[in-house]
């Protein structure tokens, strides 16, 4: 299990998570499966597996108000209790509102990801998220961290009555632990932060985009998939997201390595290292005006500026 490394690069600029406006609106994606997408980008997105006996949740919010809202939402669409919460990722925003969820509801994720929970310190973790809240007083309510009643490795199967739920761990991506929620049936699968819309990259938490790229060639290899929901920005279908993050972390581990090799420092790396096909935003949120687009592709050169910064890290460490 690898810590995310906390270095940004000078003028890094965070995804604005704070729950501030947030709602959750359920977009169906089959009989009983739910997107539940936030309003704004690039705030978090949810998710809702509903079975003849009961319901399973997928990721509970950066606030246990949050976390409320999210069972407000599921209450609207069902009325089969909630038994199984799941986290995709140990980061703060998909987890300080698991303590909203009661006990009778089984939290579960990967082994990597509860380890990362278990040595991390919770003040450290809300200082990592702190930037992402603008401001927002939010995570002041967030005073404990629940972690997973139940651990997988590989592979876990959760049978909701008439629908099975499969779990999956690949390997590293955005973290170590990164957990794939997929519903065979429905051919859909929550992602968390393990793939993103093609246009959106990444954030190379863990620094290696040569394990990443063989953690999805993995699920590629596993998951007959159509629909992914990434735990931020929108729907995307499954084959141009895998192939837009293939392409662009073989693109970055290319050009990152050559220019290293060829004596350049990263400060210039970040100048020279180009992203093909970065997402417009007005291409995915028409009401969106041109100031949010601007901003939007901001944080997208951001991103990947960090890419790079962490590549030319990991490769001084792999050296």
Not at 98 to 105: K, L, S
Not at 118 to 125: F, G, K, S
């Amino acid at each position: 299990m690898i810590h995310e490394t906390s270095e940004r690069q000078e003028g890094f600029i965070a995804p604005n998570l704070s729950p501030a406006g947030l709602r959750l609106e359920p977009v169906p994606l089959a009989d009983g499966v739910y997107g539940l997408m936030a309003n704004k980008l690039p705030k978090d997105n949810n998710g809702l597996i509903v079975g003849n006996d009961a319901a399973l949740v997928i990721d509970s919010g950066i606030t246990p108000t949050i976390g409320r809202h999210i069972q407000d939402v599921v209450a609207g669409i069902t009325d089969k209790p909630i038994r199984f919460l799941v986290n995709t990722t140990y980061h703060g925003d998909h987890t300080f509102g698991n303590t909203a969820f009661g006990q009778d509801v089984t939290l579960v994720s990967s082994r990597l990801n509860k380890a990362a929970m278990a040595t991390m310190d919770l003040a450290e973790e809300k200082r990592l998220r702190g930037d992402s809240m603008y401001g927002d007083p939010g995570l002041q309510e967030v005073v404990t961290w629940r972690q997973p009643d139940v651990v997988f490795d590989r592979f876990c199967e959760i049978d909701l009555g008439g629908r099975v739920v499969h779990l999956w761990h690949f390997g590293p991506g955005n973290g170590s632990g990164d957990t794939i929620v997929h519903v065979p049936d429905a051919k859909v699968a929550w992602v968390g932060n393990f793939l993103r819309h093609p246009g959106i990259p990444p954030m190379l938490l863990v620094g290696d985009p040569v394990a990443y790229l063989r953690s999805i060639q993995a699920l590629r290899a596993t998951l007959r998939v159509d629909t992914l929901i990434p735990g931020h920005g929108p729907l995307t279908d499954a084959e141009s997201s895998l192939s837009w993050m293939s392409s662009y972390l073989n693109s970055l581990a290319t050009s990152v390595a050559r220019q290293r090799e060829a004596g350049h420092d990263v400060a210039k790396l970040l100048d020279t290292v180009p992203m093909d096909d970065p997402l417009d935003l007005l291409d995915v949120a028409p009401g969106a005006d041109q100031a949010e687009a601007l901003r939007f592709s901001s944080l997208m050169n951001s991103l990947h500026r960090l890419n790079i910064l962490l590549t030319y890290r990991w490769l001084d460490h792999a050296h």
